[in-house]
């Protein structure tokens, strides 16, 4: 399993509120589990009680996108560090369900929870896969979507650091508004320009008579 995979578990806690609308799927055991995704047993462990820490654990991992996006590396760098303490791994080498053409394990890193609850599992992979994107990548490679009132959160993964919005649905809809808002200031300024004209010519006239 590659370590970026795991840093999709804290992008999906984070993005699992939006707070500039006021909306928030986490309210229930269920969705706790669905966000796990595919490790099913470790989401068999989830209980009622998971949904409240999730929360908790979800505010902190917004807070290092939030210190990230206003480029304050150092806070970004102490959230995860604090995370990491709180919440730990130990990384194993797997080879499970990775076979090459002659049968034989892919070995690759996997990390290990031993958790006390389904809370503390989530949040020790979360945290540790985006601590290994933000030193592999940069601090500057977690970001939060900049079309209004979108906060959601994202890797930027693209070649030359360019990724402002977490889809490219957010990307179109910011890119319509700007344009309009173009359209509406070319308009504003050529009505204005008309005015203006029109203000010089009746000068002009009076100034004849």
Request: hydrophobic share 25%; with cysteine.
């Given at each position: 399993m590659e370590l970026a995979y795991y840093s999709d578990y804290a992008v999906r806690l984070v993005n699992s509120e939006d707070p500039a609308r006021g909306k928030d799927s986490l309210t229930s055991v269920e969705a706790v589990r669905d966000l796990f995704g595919v490790s099913q047993e470790a989401a068999r462990r989830a209980t009622d009680a998971d949904v409240t820490r999730f929360r908790s654990v979800r505010a902190r991992l917004r807070a290092v996108f939030e210190a990230a996006d206003q480029g304050d590396e150092a806070l970004a760098v102490n959230l995860l560090n604090s995370l990491l303490l709180e919440f730990p791994v130990s990384p194993q080498i797997s080879g499970h369900d990775f076979r090459d053409d002659d049968?034989?394990?892919?070995?690759?890193?996997?990390l290990a929870d031993h958790p006390s609850n389904a809370t503390a599992g989530y949040a020790a992979i979360a945290t540790m896969g985006l601590a290994f994107h933000l030193t592999e990548y940069g601090v500057d490679r977690l970001g939060l979507c900049e079309a209004a009132?979108?906060?959601n959160a994202y890797l930027d993964t693209s070649t030359n650091r360019s990724r402002r919005y977490c889809s490219d649905r957010c990307a179109t809809r910011a890119n319509v508004a700007a344009y309009r808002a173009r359209k509406r200031l070319e308009a504003d300024r050529s009505a204005n320009s008309g005015r203006t004209a029109d203000s010089a010519q009746r000068a002009s006239a009076n100034g004849e008579r």
């Open positions: 049968g034989r394990p892919l070995w690759h890193m996997h009132p979108c906060r």
